[in-house]
């Protein structure tokens, strides 16, 4: 074959069809076992260097038929209820469909002519974001990739509307449970991840706000200037939303830019039950909102959503004229203005066909769900002497550890280390750990709105078993 042959061959639309049909059906059938966990295992365990070497073989001496059974068979299952683990979204079927129309359609969304259709969606699902946060119209937003940058650029535009651009003792403030991104972020930004200063928080893990101006005066004692003020919405670690509307206050008072980390909760802002978590957030001159964690979409998708739109056009100010004519000029279609992309998924589909498919009203319903189903958990949890939770939850991560009171922390440690282990070889329920006060606690997120009280039960049970045996 002559490599245009290979090349048409590789291309060929009937071939396409035909996989693309039954590949449908292997997921579909995939994601009816999970959901009714027939012979499911939820994560497939093998330690990195079988998995690698499993791979290399396959690649030699398997036929490319298999491939897609096997990626299901060795991948982690989001859909099955025995999922507890990260924040990542079981993704709705519908997902599928808008993630293969993006591939094949591929569009680069950097300029409106490489995004039409996307670019216009794109300003309809964020001014739809920016209404229920309760902005204004004079707001704007972008979708990006993953709460990460979004972070960074929120915090890179704070920076800038600050002025004092090359000043390098600027620094943020900050609950001293924020996710990583934040001093990821200002080391990007070249500053010193000293200046993030960490406000206490409380036995709630909600930013202590009376140690707000203590914090602040701290920072200016050594030379720190604070250029924003970052609210939790909620915390990573154990779910615990900051008083938003009082770290507004403080932001206003001392006229620093607010930034809600809202990539797990803001969420909520569709929640007809947990909104009022949420109390303060419209006073935010940034927030962002993750798709991929309680809102059902494929990773990564993130809103970045500012209260002032002229903040959202001063981030970045790249001269590139084969791609962005009028530099200096505010064209809300020509995306890659604002966003750290250039080339971007076509993302905004998966947010726009959700809705015009189920409405925002699916958004509550899988919200509330979760966050209701932590609340069960933590009932179970905390009626079981066996268990000690970490903190009543505000949200769906539960914290708890398995507990004896003759143990010490130490032992307590090692058996809730070892029941994790057992659990992640194990593979029928997917949880983690994490360290609050020094001390192992067994950490929980609901993602699946299937997981009910019949499999916390299990769960727990399962959990005093194996420690009793350690
Ligand atoms: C509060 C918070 N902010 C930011 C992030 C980072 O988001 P992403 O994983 O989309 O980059 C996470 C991820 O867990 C998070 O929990």
């Known amino acids: 074959m002559t490599k245009l042959e290979r090349l048409q061959n590789a291309y060929n639309p009937e071939s396409f069809r035909k996989d693309g049909h039954l590949l449908i059906d292997k997921l579909a059938n995939h994601l009816n076992d999970s959901f009714n966990n027939t012979n499911k295992k939820t994560l497939f365990w093998a330690p990195p260097e079988d998995e690698l070497t499993y791979w290399k073989d396959y690649l030699e001496n398997e036929t490319s038929e298999s491939f897609f059974d096997n990626l299901i068979q060795h991948s982690i299952n989001l859909h099955n209820p025995k999922y507890i683990g990260h924040q990542i979204s079981p993704t709705l079927p519908l997902m599928g469909l808008t993630g293969l129309a993006m591939s094949i359609l591929n569009n680069g969304m950097g300029i409106y002519e490489m995004g039409v259709a996307g670019t216009a969606i794109e300003r309809v699902v964020t001014d739809l974001l920016c209404k229920h946060i309760g902005y204004s119209n004079e707001s704007t937003g972008f979708l990006t990739a993953g709460g990460t940058l979004a972070n960074l650029t929120a915090l890179l535009s704070a920076k800038k509307a600050f002025g004092n651009e090359n000043h390098s003792n600027l620094g943020v403030m900050v609950s ?211 268990f000690e939770l970490a903190v009543k939850p505000m949200s769906n991560i539960v914290c708890f550890r398995y507990f004896d009171s003759d143990l010490n922390d130490i032992s307590l440690n090692t058996v809730n280390e070892t029941v994790r282990q ?45 420690a009793k045996t350690y």
């Open 422 to 466: 057992h659990l992640i070889k194990e593979g029928d329920y997917y949880i983690l750990q994490t360290k609050i006060k020094n001390n192992t606690y067994l950490r929980c997120t609901i993602m699946n709105p299937f997981t009910k009280e019949i499999h916390f039960k299990t769960l727990l049970n399962k959990i005093e078993t194996i």
């Open 176 to 386: 001293d449970q924020s996710h990583y991104s934040i001093d990821r972020a200002i080391t990007i930004m070249g500053l010193s991840t000293a200046n993030v200063i960490k406000i206490p928080t409380n036995k709630n893990f909600s930013v202590n706000v009376s140690a707000l101006e203590t914090s602040y005066a701290e920072a200016k004692s050594k030379g720190i200037d604070i250029f924003a003020l970052i609210g939790n919405a909620p915390s990573t670690a154990t779910g615990a939303y900051d008083d938003l509307e009082a770290l507004a206050s403080f932001a206003k008072e001392k006229q620093i830019w607010y930034h809600v980390d809202g990539a797990h909760g803001g969420s909520a802002i569709f929640s007809s039950t947990y909104k009022p978590l949420l109390k303060g957030i419209e006073h935010a001159d940034s927030v962002i909102i993750d798709g991929h964690k309680m809102l059902m979409m494929p990773a990564l998708t993130t809103a970045l959503l500012f209260k002032n739109e002229n903040h959202s056009y001063n981030t970045f100010s790249e001269k590139a004229d084969y791609l962005l004519e009028l530099s200096e000029h505010k064209e809300w279609y020509n995306l890659a203005k604002r966003t750290f992309e250039c080339t971007k998924h076509m993302m905004s589909i998966h947010w726009y066909a959700i809705i015009k498919h189920y409405g925002v009203s699916i958004f509550d319903d899988f919200v509330t769900t979760l966050y209701d189903s932590g609340k069960t958990f933590a009932k179970l949890i905390g009626a079981n002497p066996k």
